[in-house]
């Protein structure tokens, strides 16, 4: 059960676009359409952002949308704003019946 | 409006035992699968286990399999964590958290507010 892999950190101006990947095997990711991702303000719990890949909960912004691409699944956040400062974790239901988180990448907004 | 209180969390030494206690309210807490999920200080989040609405699937986490139980009581609204054989490793807010829809973990769309273990001697 090793974690997906995301880059620790990536930052970007009020207003432009960024985007986190999430780097999963043939085991979970490019298994199933079931990627999640959070967002986790310092001291608070973590919020569900986007699932299976690319659906967001009511109330989340249409800023953020998910995507996938074999074992690979993306997080790209367009007109950022200085709220969206954050740790962002994806996850990913395997092939094992378990659930693995990525490492968790803090978004920075310059 | 939906809402998960935990509950249990301390101090223990190395090879100890502590139950984790998870309240439900807001919503029809017996037909969600639950969740824990724990983070240590300054780490990133780990899935710990899982348990179906009706207690028939339980999953779990190599690293706390056989050291771990997950349970719960529909009738209470309650879920529980009981951990023995604790590690300094094991040291983490724990969270419980809901699954949107399914019978096993892929989304989770309710958190708690999470319950701190510091196992150390």
């Known amino acids: 059960q090793s974690a997906l892999t995301q880059p620790p950190s990536v930052s970007g101006s009020p207003g432009q676009s960024v985007t986190i990947s999430c780097t999963g095997t043939?085991?979970?990711?490019?298994?199933?359409?079931?990627v999640s991702w959070y967002q986790q303000p310092p001291g608070t719990a973590p919020k569900l952002m986007i699932y299976e890949v690319s659906n967001r909960p009511s109330g989340v912004p249409d800023r953020f949308s998910g995507s996938k691409s074999g074992n690979t699944a993306s997080l790209t956040i367009s007109g950022l704003q200085a709220e969206d400062e954050a740790d962002y974790y994806c996850s990913s239901y395997t092939t094992s019946s378990t659930l693995v988180f990525g490492g968790g990448t803090k978004l920075t907004v310059l | 409006e939906a809402q998960l209180v935990e509950s249990g969390g301390g101090l223990v030494k190395p090879g100890g035992s502590l139950r984790l206690s998870c309240a439900a309210s807001?919503?029809?807490?017996?037909?969600?699968?639950m969740n824990w999920v724990r983070q240590a200080p300054g780490k990133g989040l780990e899935w710990v286990s899982s348990?179906?609405?009706?207690?028939?699937?339980?999953y779990y986490a190599d690293s706390v399999k056989g050291r771990f139980t997950i349970s719960r009581d529909n009738a209470q609204n309650s879920l529980y964590l009981q951990m023995n054989s604790l590690r300094a490793d094991d040291t983490a807010v724990y969270f419980c958290a809901r699954e949107r829809q399914w019978s096993f973990p892929v989304a989770f769309d309710i958190w708690g507010q999470g319950t701190m273990v510091t196992v150390s001697s």
């Open positions: 043939s085991s979970d990711v490019g298994s199933y359409n079931r």
């Open positions: 807001g919503f029809t807490f017996s037909t969600y699968t």
């Open positions: 348990i179906s609405s009706r207690s028939n699937f339980k």
